[in-house]
């Protein structure tokens, strides 16, 4: 047994997924409220700027201080009480919309203020993502995870396909200000379940008690790399990731390319519409007994989705292909998530999480900054008329003009990560963790005595 384990008398196991609901529901009205938001804010910096590049900042802000934070957040996690940071990390946010709500009132709202506002709700969204992932598996029974993932999953799908619809019509009606107090006012919603609510915090292991924050990150990434399958898992994640985001950032500058912005908005919510569905069935399904085959089969088809939307600039391909993407990624999430829940023990998964997302997230702000230079500057040049690739059986296969040569890169992220599968399911370590890793939370636990 390694120094990890638990001392599982000292936690009741979780009967019912009544708290799971209640703060499940608080945080679906908050992401609401935030989707708003978001929407009100790219207008706003369209409206200021004609350009694309602040919108790369933005993402780019809200990413990277969280990638970073994660492993130190995660420690803190597994110290303090997890429902007390998720509850601080809501109100702080509320703080920064009401700041927006605040500058934008008195006219005085500017394009570095909302890159300081994403970079601070990414800090605070490092030390709410462990804290909120650690507690799922404290109040939610072992043979409901995969349902729990799948509604975790759906609340974002839901808020994908609603608040397009919404924000645009509250926009007519209140306009940007009204909008943000909407979303202010429904942070108090997340925050009233978990004042609500209560989430056993597991208690410390003796050898761990002593560790610096410092000792805990390394105990995290030493952790991983002793499991090498979970490790080589996560490595796979990260390549995955990196070519979701490497195309699906430009989804939007290829659309627009050949079609209007009511095409776009068609082709978003029909990416809602596509998580939506597959967070249903996984809340419904649960998962499958293999659940690591499972989730790379589900990354198999998610990355054809690729394919099929860089074939043809027709939005009838656009759409089928990002549909099947977002179909694909809670079944494969999902999946993969109960796996870590199961096999990682329930008082260091603060720490584990929070390095495991590190590592998966690691290569999302290399494809940020690399996918506009070289879509601008290496494949729409090959794809225009008179290009490099235009007279090929590419060209001819893709067409030619604005916008192909990034259906070259959709195309080829999707082959890529297909190449990329193939390989990691014939490596034995992955394919097989499920079976070579015993599970640290048990079936039954007895309940604290008296």
């Known amino acids: 047994m390694t120094s990890a384990t638990l001392e599982t008398n000292r936690i009741e196991t979780p009967k019912d997924m009544k708290t799971f609901f209640t703060i499940w529901g608080g945080q679906l009205i908050s992401m609401l409220g935030s989707g708003l938001t978001n929407f009100a804010l790219g207008v706003w910096i369209y409206d200021q700027t004609k350009q694309a590049t602040p919108f790369a900042i933005t993402v780019l802000l809200g990413t990277i201080p969280r990638v970073l934070l994660l492993p130190i957040a995660g420690s803190i ?25 605040l500058l934008l009132g008195a006219g005085n709202l500017q394009l570095w203020h909302i890159y300081l506002i994403s970079m601070l709700g990414s800090i605070l969204s490092a030390f709410q993502e462990p804290a909120y992932s650690a507690s799922i598996s404290m109040i939610v029974p072992k043979d409901k995870l995969g349902s729990a993932n799948g509604m975790a999953q759906m609340g974002q799908a839901i808020s994908s396909v609603l608040t397009p619809v919404m924000a645009g019509a509250l926009f007519v009606f209140i306009g940007f200000n ?75 500058p290829m659309v627009l390319s050949r079609f209007t912005a009511d095409v776009l908005g ?49 939005p009838w391909f656009i759409g089928a292909g990002i549909f099947l993407l977002m179909f694909s990624v809670p079944l494969a999430s999902g999946n993969s998530q109960v796996v870590f829940q199961t096999k990682v023990p329930r008082e260091i ?20 900054l690399t996918a506009g230079p070289l879509a601008d500057k290496f494949f729409e040049p090959l794809l ?21 040569g990034i259906g070259l890169m959709f195309i080829l992220s999707g082959l890529t ?34």
Do not use: C
């Open 384 to 404: 225009q008329d008179g290009g490099a690739l235009a007279s090929t059986f590419i060209g001819q296969m893709l067409g030619t003009g604005a916008g192909r």
């Open 178 to 252: 009204g909008i943000i107090m909407i979303d202010f006012i429904t942070f108090f919603f997340a925050i009233a379940a978990l004042l609500f609510v209560r989430i056993p915090q597991p208690e410390r292991a003796p050898e761990h008690k002593d560790k610096n924050i410092w000792q805990d990150m390394q105990f995290g990434w030493n952790y991983l790399k002793e499991r090498k399958g979970l490790l080589g898992l996560l490595y796979y994640y990260a390549m995955v990731n990196f070519l979701l985001n490497w195309s699906a950032v430009l989804l939007i």
């Open 349 to 368: 998964q603060g720490r584990v999480f929070s390095v495991r997302s590190t590592i998966s997230q690691s290569m999302m702000p290399l494809a940020f």
């Open 417 to 450: 990560g297909i190449i990329v599968s193939i390989f990691v399911y014939l490596n034995p370590r992955i394919r097989n963790l499920e079976d070579e890793l015993p599970d640290a939370l048990p079936d039954e636990e007895k309940a604290p005595q008296a």
């Open 266 to 314: 068609i082709i978003q919510t029909v990416m809602g519409v596509g998580m939506l569905a597959g967070s249903i069935i996984m809340s419904a399904w649960g998962g499958a007994k293999r659940r690591i085959p499972t989730a790379i089969g589900f990354i198999i088809l998610g990355v054809t989705g690729f394919i099929i939307a860089g074939l043809q600039p027709n």
């Open 77 to 101: 996690a597994d110290r303090f009480n997890r429902r007390f940071i998720m509850i601080v990390s809501d109100t702080l946010n509320a703080v920064l919309t009401l700041f927006i709500f």
